[in-house]
């Protein structure tokens, strides 16, 4: 496939179960933590952007804000995050029009920019065949961006993974894309790291990246 668009996936369908409230309601710069993802990826050039939702899924709703996305809801998303993955790409393949591929959010690293996003785009679109991961001081992380031909893949994996086994089978394909500053891709899972994110919060939320 030569032409198309690139989309964007935000999964926001977790349990938050390791830090028993829910990590994408949390206060952050007067906002729920959601908000952030979502409107980076609305705010990239991805086209179209959908939103996956599942725990809670009401409450995460309303705390969204408005934009250009389509919403998804994972009723299994217990099971994990490749039901939410599923659940993307099953609402990616209901639009129409041609795509190259689409990069996979997650909700929980509010710090992740458009222009972060609009990295991954820039490098798919000059190899829409690889898969590109952003990585923050060597580490290899989200997001990701997965070409078209690996979305059957993607809809068959299980359990609690966005995609490591698809990539793991094609170690080939892979890319990654330096991100130099490793707090860009900090995820809130832990109590320790949503108190970090919030010292860290002024810095770079008045940043550009």
Same mark, same amino acid.
């Given at each position: 496939?030569?032409?198309?668009?690139? +989309?964007? /996936?935000? =999964? *926001?369908?977790?349990?938050?179960?390791?830090? @028993?409230?829910?990590?994408? !309601? &949390?206060?952050?710069?007067?906002?729920?933590?959601?908000?952030?993802?979502?409107?980076?990826?609305?705010?990239?050039?991805?086209?179209?952007?959908?939103?996956?939702?599942?725990?809670?899924?009401?409450?995460?709703?309303?705390?969204?804000?408005?934009?250009?996305?389509?919403?998804?809801?994972?009723?299994?998303?217990?099971?994990?995050?490749?039901?939410?993955?599923?659940?993307?790409?099953?609402?990616?393949?209901?639009?129409?029009?041609?795509?190259?591929? +689409?990069? /996979?959010? =997650? *909700?929980?690293?509010?710090?992740?920019?458009? @222009?972060?996003?609009?990295? !991954? &785009?820039?490098?798919?679109?000059?190899?829409?065949?690889?898969?590109?991961?952003?990585?923050?001081?060597?580490?290899?992380?989200?997001?990701?961006?997965?070409?078209?031909?690996?979305?059957?893949?993607?809809?068959?994996?299980?359990?609690?993974?966005?995609?490591?086994?698809?990539?793991?089978?094609?170690?080939?394909?892979?890319?990654?894309?330096?991100?130099?500053?490793?707090?860009?891709?900090?995820?809130?899972?832990?109590?320790?790291?949503?108190?970090?994110?919030?010292?860290?919060?002024?810095?770079?939320?008045?940043?550009?990246?």
């Amino acid at each position: 496939m030569k032409n198309g668009t690139i +989309a964007a /996936i935000v =999964l *926001a369908a977790g349990r938050s179960s390791r830090m @028993g409230r829910h990590k994408l !309601l &949390l206060p952050l710069g007067g906002r729920p933590i959601v908000s952030y993802a979502v409107e980076a990826a609305c705010a990239s050039s991805a086209d179209p952007v959908c939103v996956v939702l599942g725990y809670q899924a009401p409450e995460v709703e309303a705390a969204l804000p408005s934009g250009r996305y389509r919403i998804g809801v994972n009723p299994n998303f217990a099971s994990g995050m490749a039901s939410s993955l599923r659940v993307g790409l099953e609402t990616l393949m209901t639009l129409a029009g041609p795509r190259l591929g +689409a990069v /996979i959010l =997650l *909700a929980d690293q509010p710090l992740v920019s458009s @222009g972060l996003i609009n990295r !991954l &785009l820039v490098s798919a679109i000059a190899s829409p065949e690889a898969i590109i991961a952003a990585t923050y001081g060597g580490q290899r992380s989200t997001p990701v961006y997965f070409p078209h031909a690996l979305f059957q893949e993607l809809l068959q994996i299980t359990g609690d993974e966005g995609g490591r086994s698809v990539i793991a089978r094609h170690p080939d394909l892979l890319k990654l894309e330096p991100i130099e500053e490793h707090p860009r891709g900090l995820d809130v899972d832990r109590e320790e790291e949503y108190e970090q994110l919030l010292a860290q919060w002024d810095h770079y939320s008045t940043k550009p990246g």
